[in-house]
C-alpha cells in the first residue's frame, strides 16, 4: 500500500465521520492501513480475527468493514456470510482485502456477500476510492432509534429512557437495538435465538427469559410503565409502557 490522500471531505460524511472496521491479521498492514484511513479523516476500529471482528460489530456497527479472507480461526468468508445472516448487518458495507487473486476466489467472496473484493497489494488512493463509491452506494444508516421514551444512538452506543441513561450489557444492548427496530412486533425465544445471538453458539432458551428480565431492570426505572410486554405462550414485545 504507498501513497495518501489529504482531502478528509468524504471521509467526514459532513458532521459525523464515517466509522470503518479494519480487520486484517498482519499487524503491520493492519496499523498501515488504519494510519492511512485516519489520516484521510475517518474514524477506524480494528479487529484481528473472525470472532474479534463479530465481537467489535456487535458492539457498535460501523458504516463499512475492510475484511480480510484469511484470518486465524473464523474467516473472513465466515465472518461475512454470519453478517449477511443478521438482519442488522444484511446492509452493512463489506469491502474484502486479500491476497487470494483468482477469479474463482473473487467469485466465492462475491457470492457470500461481499460488496467489492480487492486484491492486495493496493494503494491507498484505490482503497479510497472503492471506500467512497461504497459508502455512496450504501443505504443511510438508522443512527438514532426512538420508542416511547426510550431513544438509542447506535453510532455513540447510547441509550437512554426519559433522559436517564442506560447501562446496558452487550447482549441487553443487542436485544433492545432489535426491539427498537420491531417496535410492538411479537418475537419468540427462538426468534431472537436466531436474530440477536451469533450462529453457532448454544444457547438455551431459559438464557433468553435471564437477558428479558435484566433488560427489564435496566429499563423500567421507579415511576416508568413496563415497556417490555410478555405475550403468553408466544414471547416478547417492545410495546407501549404499562403500569
Same mark, same amino acid.
Given at each position: 500500500?504507498?501513497?495518501? =490522500?489529504?482531502?478528509?471531505?468524504?471521509?467526514?460524511?459532513?458532521?459525523?465521520?464515517?466509522?470503518?472496521?479494519?480487520?486484517?491479521?498482519?499487524?503491520?498492514?493492519?496499523?498501515?492501513?488504519?494510519?492511512?484511513?485516519?489520516?484521510?479523516?475517518?474514524?477506524?476500529?480494528?479487529?484481528?480475527?473472525?470472532?474479534?471482528?463479530?465481537?467489535?460489530?456487535?458492539?457498535?456497527?460501523?458504516?463499512?468493514?475492510?475484511? @480480510?479472507? =484469511?484470518?486465524?480461526?473464523?474467516?473472513? +468468508?465466515?465472518?461475512?456470510?454470519?453478517?449477511?445472516?443478521?438482519?442488522?448487518?444484511?446492509?452493512?458495507?463489506?469491502?474484502?482485502?486479500?491476497?487470494?487473486?483468482?477469479?474463482?476466489?473473487?467469485?466465492?467472496?462475491? @457470492?457470500?456477500?461481499?460488496?467489492?473484493?480487492?486484491?492486495? #497489494?493496493?494503494?491507498?488512493?484505490?482503497?479510497?476510492?472503492?471506500?467512497?463509491?461504497?459508502?455512496?452506494?450504501? #443505504?443511510?444508516?438508522?443512527?438514532?432509534?426512538?420508542?416511547?421514551?426510550?431513544?438509542?444512538?447506535?453510532?455513540? *452506543?447510547?441509550?437512554?429512557?426519559?433522559?436517564?441513561? +442506560?447501562?446496558?450489557?452487550?447482549?441487553?444492548?443487542?436485544?433492545?437495538?432489535?426491539?427498537?427496530?420491531? #417496535?410492538?412486533?411479537?418475537?419468540?425465544?427462538?426468534?431472537?435465538?436466531?436474530?440477536?445471538?451469533?450462529?453457532?453458539? *448454544?444457547?438455551?432458551?431459559?438464557?433468553?427469559?435471564? *437477558?428479558?428480565?435484566?433488560?427489564?431492570?435496566?429499563?423500567?426505572?421507579?415511576?416508568?410503565?413496563?415497556?417490555?410486554?410478555?405475550?403468553?405462550?408466544?414471547?416478547?414485545?417492545?410495546? @407501549? #409502557?404499562?403500569?
Amino acid at each position: 500500500m504507498s501513497g495518501t =490522500m489529504t482531502d478528509t471531505g468524504d471521509a467526514a460524511g459532513g458532521a459525523r465521520r464515517a466509522y470503518v472496521l479494519v480487520v486484517e491479521d498482519d499487524d503491520a498492514l493492519l496499523m498501515l492501513v488504519r494510519y492511512n484511513l485516519e489520516k484521510l479523516g475517518y474514524e477506524v476500529g480494528v479487529a484481528e480475527d473472525g470472532n474479534q471482528a463479530l465481537a467489535r460489530v456487535a458492539e457498535r456497527r460501523p458504516d463499512l468493514m475492510i475484511l @480480510d479472507w =484469511m484470518l486465524p480461526g473464523l474467516s473472513g +468468508l465466515d465472518v461475512c456470510r454470519r453478517l449477511r445472516e443478521q438482519e442488522a448487518t444484511r446492509a452493512l458495507p463489506i469491502l474484502m482485502l486479500t491476497a487470494r487473486a483468482g477469479e474463482v476466489d473473487n467469485i466465492r467472496g462475491l @457470492d457470500v456477500g461481499a460488496d467489492d473484493y480487492v486484491v492486495k #497489494p493496493v494503494s491507498i488512493e484505490a482503497l479510497q476510492a472503492r471506500i467512497r463509491a461504497l459508502l455512496r452506494r450504501a #443505504p443511510p444508516m438508522e443512527q438514532v432509534l426512538r420508542f416511547a421514551d426510550v431513544t438509542m444512538d447506535t453510532v455513540a *452506543h447510547r441509550a437512554e429512557r426519559n433522559g436517564r441513561a +442506560l447501562a446496558l450489557g452487550p447482549t441487553e444492548y443487542r436485544i433492545l437495538e432489535f426491539f427498537l427496530r420491531n #417496535p410492538r412486533q411479537v418475537f419468540s425465544r427462538e426468534d431472537l435465538l436466531q436474530r440477536v445471538w451469533e450462529r453457532g453458539v *448454544h444457547v438455551e432458551l431459559r438464557t433468553v427469559d435471564v *437477558h428479558i428480565r435484566r433488560l427489564r431492570l435496566i429499563l423500567n426505572g421507579p415511576g416508568e410503565g413496563d415497556i417490555v410486554r410478555t405475550v403468553r405462550a408466544a414471547g416478547y414485545a417492545l410495546d @407501549d #409502557p404499562r403500569p
